[in-house]
């Protein structure tokens, strides 16, 4: 029987979607670009809306790309901006992370960008990856520690942010300080030959600054994680409406400065 996942809790607003088609493999894959060769076959678990996948489909050219989520809304809105790029060689499908279509030993690269800190059951996820990796392949996995995440200036309703967003997660059956247990769950799924690393997001320009507190100004009123903390009764409007506010009062402190801790694991099938 298939694990259900975790509920996903930012769904498919613009501003979600907007802050993710910002990821390329150099900005958030940058531990596998080595591995992306021309003519590598390569998985892309949990696609989101793509801009990764088709920079791994530059990459790979003329290899197969198959990129797959849990959503059936990502993965119309990934094949759709593909069409679009002109992106070639990339075949897009909705599939669980616990339960992938397909044979054992298939790809060269099996790859997950921000999928395990949502999963009902990482391990699990893990075993399917290296499942359908081949021998000497290369499973990979990136994730956001949510406690390292630091910002200044110290504003009180980013810390209510995160208190609140800690919460959610965790009542939706995820983990949002995953990047620390990355290699606990690669171990238990039974990959041995890891390597491990950390990366970061810095936004500090101004115009980072700009757009990254915009981003979440929406997203903390208007995506999923709003509604479902309104359902929930875990804040009230006015409630979000504060932390939307002090997003945009950092946003605006020439000297703000937000910075996103990520683990990274490499393993050797």
């Known amino acids: 029987m298939a694990q259900p996942p975790a509920v996903y809790p930012h769904g498919q607003h613009e501003s979600v979607v907007r802050s993710y ?65 002109g992106v070639q060689g990339v075949e897009f499908a909705v599939a669980d992370a616990h339960a992938l279509d397909g044979p054992d030993d298939t790809f060269d690269v099996v790859h997950a960008h921000q999928v395990l800190q949502y999963a ?18 290369i499973v990979g996995a990136r994730d956001a520690d949510h406690a390292m995440m630091g910002w200044y200036p110290e504003v009180p309703e980013l810390t209510e942010w995160m208190s609140l967003y800690q919460r959610i997660a965790r009542r939706d059956g995820g983990e949002p300080n995953a990047g620390r247990r990355l290699l606990s769950w690669a171990r238990c799924a039974g990959l041995t030959d890891i390597t491990c690393t950390t990366s970061t997001w810095c936004y500090a320009t101004a115009d980072e600054r700009a757009w990254w507190s915009e981003v979440w100004s929406q997203r903390i009123t208007s995506s999923g994680l709003a509604a479902q903390a309104l359902d929930e009764g ?34 050797r099938v």
């Not at 900005?27 to 920079?55: K, M, Q």
């Not at 699990?124 to 021998?135: G, T």
């Not at 979000?240 to 605006?252: E, F, H, K, S």
């Open 234 to 267: 875990l804040a009230t409007a006015d409630d979000l409406q504060r932390i939307a506010d002090g997003w945009r009062v950092w946003g605006q402190a020439d000297d703000g400065w937000f910075t996103i801790v990520h683990g990274e694991i490499r393993c």
């Open 21 to 85: 088609r910002w990821r390329t493999v150099e900005n958030s894959a940058a531990y596998l670009a080595d591995d992306l060769r021309a003519g590598a076959t390569v998985l892309d678990v949990g696609c989101g809306p793509g801009s990764i996948t088709a920079d791994i489909a530059e990459r790979v050219a003329p290899g197969r790309v198959v990129a797959v989520d849990a959503s059936a809304d990502a993965v119309a809105k990934a094949r759709q901006a593909a069409a679009e790029q």
């Open 120 to 137: 009902a059951d990482p391990v699990r996820a893990l075993s399917e990856m290296r499942r359908v990796c081949r021998p000497g392949g």
